[in-house]
Structure formats: structure tokens, C-alpha cells
């Protein structure tokens, strides 16, 4: 699972790193805590948009969607697509032959469960690069309105030798795409089966982790600051390895 992700990364970051301008930069806003429960807008690189960065909200809604109640009802369940069904399952196969995207993110959070505890771990790249997440998106107009909503989801696949340890209950972890597989990814004349096999796990060494404070499980203290991902310490019978 790929819930919460630190995109503390301003506009110039951003653009330097894709060689891509950031649209409706005015409202982009940079965190280091973005959870996709609060259906949050973050910034993709999208097939389609060459050259643009642009602001998607996290939540796939599937362009059939018949009504803003289905829609509000298909979001929730759609933050992430499995690499194993994206080519089947009815809300993501269109995306994944059309509509594929990365997004950028400085890290991202996950859980350990250690007995009745659960230890939060930041995730991020052992170089301090931006990490290119794997995503589909999609493009969806209400019909009695006109609004139109771009909305993405992340891939996720099996876990990693680290990310199994720490991500313990589901052993699931984002697709990190290496700079190589960023284009491959976003061209959608690439054969199918071949953009399946990008979505692999990461290696390991190219991640590293670190057990972070509590304070991101607080829903009343703000979440945006620096505290929220510096390394914290907890007693070690608490923790699986």
C-alpha cells in the first residue's frame, strides 16, 4: 500500500529534474505530509502532456463513472492499483493502456506492525534523489455540472527484502522507476506486456529507511514540517529487526 508520501519539493526541483514546466504552479503546494485520504492534489508527469507537470487529484476516477455519488464512492478504493491486475480490473485497465503518469515524491511512510504497535518508517532514495512513483490516471466530466475531474492512482507491487520487513502486514511497496524506465513508462506505443514488466520492486540498495516519531500519527499537530520525517528512536524490543 502506498497511502502517505512526503512531495516536499518546490517548483524549480521539479522542473530541473523532468525538464518539464509545472502547470498552475500558483497552485501547487509542497509538504512534507500528504495522506490520500484528504484526496490531495499533487503534481504527475503525464503521457499526453509532454513537457508539462501537472496537478492531479489522488483517487482514480474511472472515465465510465455514471454519477458524482459513484465517483465520491470509486475514489476511496482507488489510491492504488496492483501491478498483478492493472491490465484486468475495470477501473485501471483503460488507464494503464492510455493514460500512464509518474509522480514525484521526496519519500513516502509506511507502517511496522511490532506486536499491538505500529512503528512509522520513512522511506526514501539512499542518493536523496526524487523518487519517480508509477501511476495511471484518468479524466472524468460530471454531466450535470461539466466539472472536469484528472485524477490518478499509484502502483503498487510485492515488497522488496526491506519493504517486507517493514511493511509486515501487507509486504507491498510503490513502483520506483529508475530513470531509464521514466519514458518507457510514459509511452503508450510501448507494447503492453513490456510496460507490465517495469512494475517491478525496487532494489534495495537504492532505498533506505528509518523509524520516524510519533507526531505522524496525530491528527491535530501539523504534519508539514521537518520533524515529521527525522529519525527517531524506539526501544528495540519493539521492533522486528
Same mark, same amino acid.
Given at each position: ?17 523532468y525538464?518539464a ?10 509538504s ?8 490531495p ?14 496537478l ?5 476516477i ?9 465517483? *465520491? #464512492?470509486?475514489? $476511496?478504493k482507488?489510491? /492504488?492499483?496492483?501491478? @498483478?491486475?492493472? +491490465?484486468? &480490473?475495470p477501473?485501471?485497465?483503460? !488507464?494503464?493502456?492510455s493514460?500512464?503518469c509518474?509522480?514525484?515524491v ?41 466539472e472536469q ?14 519493504m ?7 509486504k ?6 529508475? *530513470? #531509464?524506465?521514466? $519514458?518507457l513508462?510514459? /509511452?503508450?506505443?510501448? @507494447?503492453?506486456? +513490456?510496460? &507490465?514488466?517495469l512494475?517491478?520492486? !525496487? ?7 528509518h523509524?520516524?516519531?510519533p ?8 504534519r ?18
Amino acid at each position: 500500500m502506498c497511502f502517505t508520501v512526503n512531495v516536499n519539493l518546490i517548483r524549480e526541483e521539479l522542473e530541473n529534474r523532468y525538464n518539464a514546466d509545472l502547470i498552475d504552479y500558483d497552485k501547487y503546494r509542497p509538504s512534507y505530509y500528504y495522506h490520500a485520504f484528504a484526496l490531495p492534489e499533487l503534481p504527475a508527469l503525464c503521457s499526453g502532456y509532454r513537457g508539462q507537470i501537472r496537478l492531479l487529484k489522488w483517487g482514480l476516477i474511472p472515465y465510465w463513472t455514471r454519477s458524482i455519488d459513484e465517483a *465520491k #464512492e470509486i475514489r $476511496l478504493k482507488t489510491f /492504488n492499483a496492483k501491478s @498483478e491486475s492493472i +491490465d484486468t &480490473k475495470p477501473s485501471f485497465s483503460s !488507464a494503464f493502456k492510455s493514460k500512464r503518469c509518474i509522480i514525484p515524491v521526496k519519500g513516502f511512510f509506511e507502517w511496522q506492525h511490532a506486536g499491538k504497535e505500529k512503528i512509522p518508517w520513512y522511506i526514501c532514495r539512499a542518493d536523496n534523489e526524487i523518487m519517480s512513483l508509477a501511476g495511471i490516471y484518468d479524466e472524468w466530466t460530471e454531466s450535470n455540472t461539466g466539472e472536469q475531474f484528472t485524477t490518478f492512482s499509484i502502483v503498487t507491487t510485492d515488497a522488496n527484502i526491506l519493504m517486507s520487513e517493514i511493511h509486515n502486514s501487507k509486504k507491498r511497496m510503490p513502483v520506483l522507476l529508475e *530513470k #531509464e524506465s521514466e $519514458l518507457l513508462w510514459l /509511452n503508450t506505443a510501448l @507494447e503492453l506486456n +513490456d510496460a &507490465k514488466r517495469l512494475l517491478k520492486p !525496487a532494489s534495495e540498495e537504492i532505498l533506505k529507511a528509518h523509524t520516524i516519531s510519533p507526531l505522524i500519527n496525530s491528527r491535530t499537530a501539523d504534519r508539514n514540517t521537518a520533524e515529521v520525517i527525522k529519525p527517531y528512536n524506539y526501544n528495540q524490543q519493539q521492533l522486528l529487526f
